[in-house]
């Protein structure tokens, strides 16, 4: 998953924080990493936890940010459980209180509880993946790892991460455990430790009033896995599920973390549709399609063009991945997919873009086209007007535009995208011109 442009904000006592936010619509879900962890921009990066941060953001909005001291933060030592407090704090208020999940993963579990049971207003949800139970009766194979880096800081962390990660050759790596060496400064690391040395689980939770959902993976140690029971245990209002499969590379396991955090939420679950309040489903509809592809095909011959068509292919399915879109069937040279809310739509398409534009191939030009309405559907298709409006808006598109509706434009209203009126266009089959706009991108 690309990293979006670093935002900062200020905390009360003036440190700068550094944050980051995927996507606009609600709910949002409010990550705090575990420690060691890097820089969220670094950890967007690493191909291990891409199905984890995939799934948080299938079921809204992801905002993570990193504390004082670290990454791109401020670099000026914690003092203590309060300035990490703090740096929550500021950057829930950008957000405000309504629709914001936290989610503590590891470590990070003991601080979204604190903020939690403090902070009964700011947040809808608690969300706590593989807690520890407290600061001082850390997991064995952590009390270990961490006795090595306060020995030996750099080959600590150094060891972690070249055991934790499994992607690339070893020379890769090792790279990237150098990068979480410098994005985590000894004394910053020290400090995060020792701030959550006295907070404790079972004194945290009965004290959060709002609903509570513990998640455990099941590739974790029995030790692991009992301390998230018990911590299921410690107040009302709680779930406790176990998740299958590898956290670090099973895209099964992403698909099944973002089901039951959805279904923790009260949202629909995977591929179901988004009803309205008089009982229609409204949908995002966009087609893809390979820019002059019959003259392409002349020019570069038979095998040559099926290599841009899969080339299309595994760039838009990655981003319909990534943005919630569910994939309707392959036009022959574009793709059809659906969305339950615009903003996804829109955050894809650009993701194809980039996606494109990354490979650098003048070959290659993709027209995306969208358009909103009620479809009917039948038989693992959609059909009707909506349908038929955004193929012909794609008709309208050059080789990387986005065009879209209005009516996709007034769904985000208010929201962070850019869009340009074009000359209304005579669409066939619709007898009034439809106003058109392009999409830049999106206002980080």
């Given at each position: 998953?690309?990293?979006?442009?670093?935002?900062?904000?200020?905390?009360?006592?003036?440190?700068?924080?550094?944050?980051?936010?995927?996507?606009?619509?609600?709910?949002?879900?409010?990550?705090?990493?575990?420690?060691?962890?890097?820089?969220?921009?670094?950890?967007?990066?690493?191909?291990?936890?891409?199905?984890?941060?995939?799934?948080?953001?299938?079921?809204?909005?992801?905002?993570?940010?990193?504390?004082?001291?670290?990454?791109?933060?401020?670099?000026?030592?914690?003092?203590?459980?309060?300035?990490?407090?703090?740096?929550?704090?500021?950057?829930?208020?950008?957000?405000?209180?309504?629709?914001?999940?936290?989610?503590?993963?590891?470590?990070?579990?003991?601080?979204?509880?604190?903020?939690?049971?403090?902070?009964?207003?700011?947040?809808?949800?608690?969300?706590?993946?593989?807690?520890?139970?407290?600061?001082?009766?850390?997991?064995?194979?952590?009390?270990?790892?961490?006795?090595?880096?306060?020995?030996?800081?750099?080959?600590?962390?150094?060891?972690?991460?070249?055991?934790?990660?499994?992607?690339?050759?070893?020379?890769?790596?090792?790279?990237?455990?150098?990068?979480?060496?410098?994005?985590?400064?000894?004394?910053?690391?020290?400090?995060?430790?020792?701030?959550?040395?006295?907070?404790?689980?079972?004194?945290?939770?009965?004290?959060?009033?709002?609903?509570?959902?513990?998640?455990?993976?099941?590739?974790?140690?029995?030790?692991?896995?009992?301390?998230?029971?018990?911590?299921?245990?410690?107040?009302?209002?709680?779930?406790?599920?176990?998740?299958?499969?590898?956290?670090?590379?099973?895209?099964?396991?992403?698909?099944?973390?973002?089901?039951?955090?959805?279904?923790?939420?009260?949202?629909?679950?995977?591929?179901?549709?988004?009803?309205r309040d008089d009982g229609t489903t409204l949908r995002t509809i966009m087609f893809t399609d390979l820019a002059a592809s019959t003259a392409t095909t002349q020019r570069l011959g038979d095998a040559a063009a099926q290599d841009l068509v899969r080339a299309h292919n595994e760039i838009v399915r990655t981003a319909l991945a990534a943005h919630d879109g569910h994939e309707i069937k392959h036009t022959g040279d574009g793709i059809m997919a659906w969305f339950p809310a615009a903003s996804n739509g829109l955050e894809c398409a650009q993701t194809i873009q980039r996606g494109v534009s990354d490979l650098a191939n003048p070959d290659l030009g993709v027209k995306i086209g969208l358009n909103a309405g009620e479809p009917i559907a039948e038989e693992d298709d959609l059909y009707g007007t909506?349908?038929?409006?955004?193929?012909?808006?794609?008709?309208?598109?050059?080789?990387?535009?986005?065009?879209?509706?209005?009516?996709?434009?007034?769904?985000?209203?208010?929201?962070?995208?850019?869009?340009?009126?074009?000359?209304?266009?005579?669409?066939?089959?619709?007898?009034?011109?439809?106003?058109?706009?392009?999409?830049?991108?999106?206002?980080?």
């Open positions: 998953m690309d990293a979006p442009d670093c935002s900062y904000t200020t905390t009360l006592d003036g440190a700068r924080i550094a944050y980051w936010t995927i996507g606009s619509e609600p709910p949002l879900l409010l990550h705090l990493s575990d420690v060691p962890t890097p820089s969220f921009a670094t950890m967007l990066r690493e191909p291990t936890y891409g199905p984890y941060f995939e799934a948080l953001r299938g079921a809204g909005s992801l905002a993570s940010f990193d504390f004082r001291g670290v990454g791109l933060s401020q670099r000026v030592t914690p003092a203590g459980i309060e300035d990490f407090l703090a740096d929550l704090s500021a950057v829930v208020e950008l957000h405000g209180s309504t629709d914001v999940v936290l989610v503590g993963a590891g470590i990070g579990t003991l601080i979204a509880a604190e903020f939690a049971a403090r902070n009964p207003d700011c947040i809808s949800h608690l969300v706590l993946f593989a807690p520890q139970f407290s600061g001082t009766a850390l997991d064995p194979a952590l009390t270990d790892m961490f006795d090595l880096v306060r020995r030996n800081y750099s080959l600590g962390i150094e060891s972690f991460w070249q055991m934790v990660v499994q992607w690339g050759s070893e020379s890769d790596v090792r790279a990237f455990a150098r990068q979480a060496v410098r994005d985590i400064p000894q004394e910053s690391f020290m400090a995060y430790l020792d701030a959550v040395r006295d907070s404790d689980l079972s004194q945290l939770l009965p004290q959060v009033t709002k609903p509570k959902l513990i998640l455990a993976p099941a590739d974790h140690t029995v030790t692991r896995l009992q301390t998230a029971q018990d911590a299921a245990h410690l107040a009302s209002d709680t779930r406790f599920h176990v998740l299958q499969g590898d956290v670090r590379i099973s895209a099964d396991y992403g698909r099944e973390l973002r089901s039951v955090i959805l279904d923790f939420i009260g949202l629909p679950a995977d591929g179901a549709s988004v009803h909506a349908v038929q409006i955004a193929a012909r808006v794609t008709d309208q598109a050059g080789a990387g535009e986005i065009v879209c509706t209005n009516v996709v434009r007034e769904l985000v209203a208010g929201k962070a995208y850019l869009f340009s009126e074009r000359e209304p266009a005579s669409l066939k089959g619709v007898e009034e011109p439809v106003r058109l706009f392009n999409v830049s991108q999106a206002v980080r």
